[in-house]
């Protein structure tokens, strides 16, 4: 192994990754370092194995709802099996085997900044070494959950999207504190896998605080339909878990306590920052690292600094992280051969996002919510169309759901803010994602014809209600 490469990369999550292959694509040398599993948390405590455990749950439901079809209980240990096999049984040796393909160096360590340019590897055997970058070090280490400083509730070892998603039982009575992303998929994976009490305790007024509230009122109905108690500014004051994997009881601002075999936490997550080093090069550790339109840091002299990914904090969404990543290895290498820097847009700052929530029903939202776009002072006018009136959607099954909003920004007659909620609408979200990011006029959109029949006709309903 070198002990120089152009670019240092700590943490090989998807962003990492990214990195490093832009980077090599450049013409640089690269060296990736990752204390866990190269591939990192989407890959095995996030995105892949959540959506293995949320997918039997969510045809069911599809199922559910098409007169003549029947579908007998849900066979839990093929889906478990199936969830490890997603995950490559927690072995990373083919994600290993790409990284060195590229070709980088991949370090197995603690990788901690220690000064300008250098990163100390810290092995498992306690074994250390310092490699040194010419050009930049990039920070892509992502985010670890939040844990509440709730009385009792850290020393019960609650669940965390880590546990929840690489469980190997389904407790039969679950208690969710949280609203958010995390909060309403894992519940509804855990109580449609066997969970015979699933509890949701929310701070605010409402699920998915973040997105239109029409999206959280949807929801809600869905979690009632299936049996799933959601409590509304309701939080826990106190947690008791005498024994460790024991009974956990959870105490309430009022009425009696509730008890559950498993309690998850999921109300949110901060940048992975804390033991990185940053302190040696003037930056404050544990916190979020401030990047420019480019990815470098702000903060650090010289700028061989940068940050893509969870821990510049622009974005908390894989996908974003990884064009994050792209952006960054390809500015690297430019400024490397002294090039003009390739073409950045506002989408690194997270505006125009795209999400999907994968309950059912599905949850999809690119842009502005309403609220947001009328506070960054924009013209704003908004069109809802029920989604079940679609003759795409009703074909779906009996009973489908659903609702479609567009926010148009009234001086430049686009769209800045889409939002999709019913039952097998994910695919719908790139449209609107091009839409959106490409300020498609309307007028032109107009004559994008949708298939019929299908539920992408909600897009003609959309533009008509508008006036076109």
Same mark, same amino acid.
């Given at each position: ?17 990214? =990195? ?45 709802? =098409? ?114 992303? =995390? ?286």
């Amino acid at each position: 192994m070198a002990d120089e490469f152009d670019v240092i990369v700590i943490g090989a999550g998807p962003a990492g990754e990214n =990195v490093v292959d832009r980077a090599v694509r450049g013409g640089l040398t690269a060296a990736i370092v990752e204390e866990r599993l190269a591939g990192g948390e989407c890959a095995y405590w996030a995105c892949v194995p959540s959506k293995a455990l949320l997918r039997p749950v969510d045809l069911a439901g599809e199922v559910s709802r =098409v007169p003549g079809l029947s579908l007998g209980p849900i066979d839990v240990p093929a889906v478990l099996a199936r969830r490890d096999e997603t995950v490559s049984n927690f072995d990373d040796s083919g994600q290993v085997r790409w990284i060195e393909s590229v070709p980088a160096e991949f370090f197995r360590g603690r990788g901690r900044i220690d000064g300008p340019r250098r990163v100390r590897v810290t092995a498992e055997d306690g074994g250390e070494r310092v490699i040194t970058a010419r050009q930049a070090v990039v920070l892509a280490t992502g985010s670890v959950p939040a844990i509440p400083r709730t009385p009792g509730l850290a020393e019960a070892r609650p669940w965390t999207s880590h546990e929840v998603t690489a469980a190997t039982s389904i407790p039969e009575r679950l208690v969710v504190i949280g609203g958010g992303v =995390v909060a309403c998929e894992m519940a509804q994976a855990m109580h449609g896998l066997g969970a015979r009490s699933t509890t949701v305790l929310v701070r605010g007024d409402r699920l998915l605080s973040r997105m239109e509230p029409f999206a959280g009122e949807l929801l809600a109905e869905s979690f009632a339909d299936a049996g799933i108690e959601l409590r509304t500014h309701t939080d826990a004051v106190r947690v008791e878990r005498p024994e460790p994997g024991g009974k956990v009881t959870v105490h309430l601002p009022e009425g009696p306590p509730l008890e559950a075999d498993e309690l998850l936490v999921a109300t949110g997550r901060r940048p992975a920052t804390g033991d990185l080093g940053l302190s040696t090069v003037g930056l404050a550790d544990g916190t979020i690292v401030e990047v420019d339109d480019s990815m470098r840091a702000t903060g650090v002299a010289d700028g061989w600094l940068y940050a893509v990914g969870d821990v510049n904090g622009r974005a908390l969404l894989t996908h974003m992280g990884k064009y994050q990543a792209r952006i960054c290895g390809d500015v690297i290498a430019a400024r490397a051969r002294g090039d003009e820097l390739p073409a950045m847009r506002d989408l690194v700052g997270g505006a125009r996002s795209p999400q999907v929530v994968f309950t059912d029903p599905q949850v999809c939202a690119v842009g502005l919510t309403e609220e947001a776009a009328r506070a960054a002072g924009i013209r704003v006018r908004t069109v809802e169309y029920d989604l079940g009136s679609v003759t795409g959607a009703y074909l779906m099954g009996d009973g489908y759901r659903g609702k479609a909003k567009a926010v148009v920004d009234e001086d430049r007659r686009i769209l800045v803010g889409v939002t999709f909620v019913g039952p097998a609408t994910a695919d719908l979200l790139h449209s609107a994602t091009i839409a959106v990011t490409a300020e498609v006029p309307l007028d032109l959109l107009w004559h994008a014809v949708p298939t019929f029949p299908t539920v992408s006709e909600i897009w003609l309903r959309l533009l008509e209600a508008y006036g076109l």
